[in-house]
């Protein structure tokens, strides 16, 4: 047997393994382009989340808190979490009511809230501390009014009597692949799993 078509001096094979050798090294050098093109931009989404997590936590320009309760005010409690917890001073909205929250009397809360909501917004609150002393139906109800605005954090006041930070109140909605990604990245940058 003859090996003639690989070994002779006019043989065409060897034109053909050039010019696929060449296709394979421009698909490498893709790759490469592709994947410095691809950690920039994973580096530039942690940046972004970096910051976003840094105006969570209570160094926005201006955070406020608000303290919502029924059968009592929660405020000097609320006061006294805040500052143990952030060195910038926060400033605290008591809206409190003596009476509970029925469902006779839900929607004036409602309204009373969403012109609260309205004048916070016209102060330039970029970040809201947000504690409710009340039932669940309503927590759902201010939750509802307050998303899609600016960061809002929620508190839990625990079996102990203390309030502790527990979500972001766009944390209950689904992150994108990327988005999903680039929190993964973020993490493991700062060695968290």
């Avoid at 394979?24 to 970096?50: A, D, H, T």
Wanted: aromatic residues 12%; contains cysteine.
């Amino acid at each position: 047997m003859s090996f003639e078509w690989f070994t002779g001096p006019d043989s065409e094979i060897w034109v053909y393994l050039d010019r696929v050798s060449i296709i394979l090294s421009y698909i490498v050098v893709f790759s490469i382009i592709y994947g410095i093109v691809v950690l920039v931009k994973f580096f530039r989404r942690y940046r972004k989340i970096k910051t976003h997590m840094k105006k969570v936590d209570g160094t926005s320009p201006k955070p406020m808190a608000l303290a919502i309760s029924f059968g009592g005010s929660i405020k000097k409690p609320v006061e006294d979490y805040l500052n143990k917890h952030y060195t910038q001073s926060i400033s605290i909205m008591d809206y409190s009511s003596e009476k509970e929250v029925t469902p006779q009397n839900i929607h004036d809360h409602i309204k009373k809230l969403l012109e609260l909501k309205h004048d916070l917004q016209a102060e330039g609150v970029t970040e809201l501390h947000l504690f409710i002393k009340g039932p669940v139906i309503f927590g759902a109800l201010v939750g509802a009014m307050f998303d899609n605005w600016c960061n809002v954090k929620l508190y839990h006041n625990n079996r102990k009597g203390e309030y502790e930070e527990w979500a972001m109140l766009h944390a209950a909605k689904e992150l994108s692949p990327d988005e999903q990604l680039a929190v993964q990245t973020a993490k493991m940058l700062e060695g968290k799993r």
